[in-house]
T-cell receptor, first 113, second 112 residues
Framework: NAGVTQTPKFRVLKTGQSMTLLCAQDMNHEYMYWYRQDPGMGLRLIHYSVGEGTTAKGEVPDGYNVSRLKKQNFLLGLESAAPSQTSVYFC????????????FGQGTRLTVV | EDQVTQSPEALRLQEGESSSLNCSYTVSGLRGLFWYRQDPGKGPEFLFTLYSAGEEKEKERLKATLTKKESFLHITAPKPEDSATYLCAGTGTTDSWGKFQFGAGTQVVVTP
């Protein structure tokens, strides 16, 4: 049982380049999330989805877009990467009830130079 | 605005030296208070969920407790393998509806 899988694990981008991070979950979860983690700042929510075809903004959405065309996949896009987007990105999923835990992927380390 | 604050930021313990981590929260209509463990280079791993004040949960050397304003993670007689960053998060009925509000974490180092 794979759980939550993120692709790629590492990436280096030049300023202005675009890329898409893929998150896939095999637990039939309704909710999916994208967080970024920076030293001393904890996990900050970028965007999330409460079901297939839905997306919503989190705490730090600027510079990112997302899509949830299939229930099992949640894509995070950077249209024009900036050095401030250098971070570790985590995808997570949960059943969707307010009292059930989220399961996290292994993370994507992105460096923008 | 919902907030979760953890203290201390870092904690260095000798093996066998028990201690507690604090998670204070201001989450409207708290539905769940979650504790996670995160090892370097990995994603957070779920430990506990607490739902109501007075609730306690245990797993090996870890025990989590919840009051109306804060949660504690007690580490009893820690071992070096307990070294990790411990995160807490809350879900609620207003700002945090449908999402997890995380604290910045407490980095724990246990030395032999």
């Amino acid at each position: 049982n794979a759980g939550v899988t993120q692709t790629p694990k590492f990436r280096v981008l030049k300023t202005g380049q675009s890329m898409t991070l893929l998150c896939a979950q095999d637990m039939n979860h309704e909710y999916m999330y994208w967080y970024r983690q920076d030293p001393g700042m904890g996990l900050r929510l970028i965007h999330y989805s409460v079901g297939e075809g839905t997306t919503a903004k989190g705490e730090v959405p600027d510079g990112y877009n997302v899509s949830r065309l299939k229930k099992q996949n949640f894509l995070l896009g950077l249209e024009s990467a900036a050095p401030s987007q250098t971070s570790v990105y985590f995808c997570a999923s949960s059943e969707g009830h307010q009292n059930t835990e989220a399961f996290f992927g292994q993370g994507t380390r992105l460096t923008v130079v | 605005e919902d907030q979760v604050t953890q203290s201390p930021e870092a904690l260095r313990l000798q093996e066998g030296e028990s201690s507690s981590l604090n998670c204070s929260y201001t989450v409207s209509g708290l539905r769940g208070l979650f504790w996670y463990r995160q090892d370097p280079g990995k994603g957070p791993e779920f430990l506990f969920t607490l739902y109501s004040a007075g609730e306690e949960k245990e797993k090996e050397r870890l025990k989590a407790t919840l009051t109306k304003k804060e949660s504690f993670l007690h580490i009893t007689a820690p071992k070096p393998e307990d070294s990790a960053t411990y995160l807490c998060a809350g879900t609620g009925t207003t700002d945090s509806w449908g999402k997890f509000q995380f604290g910045a974490g407490t980095q724990v180092v246990v030395t032999p």
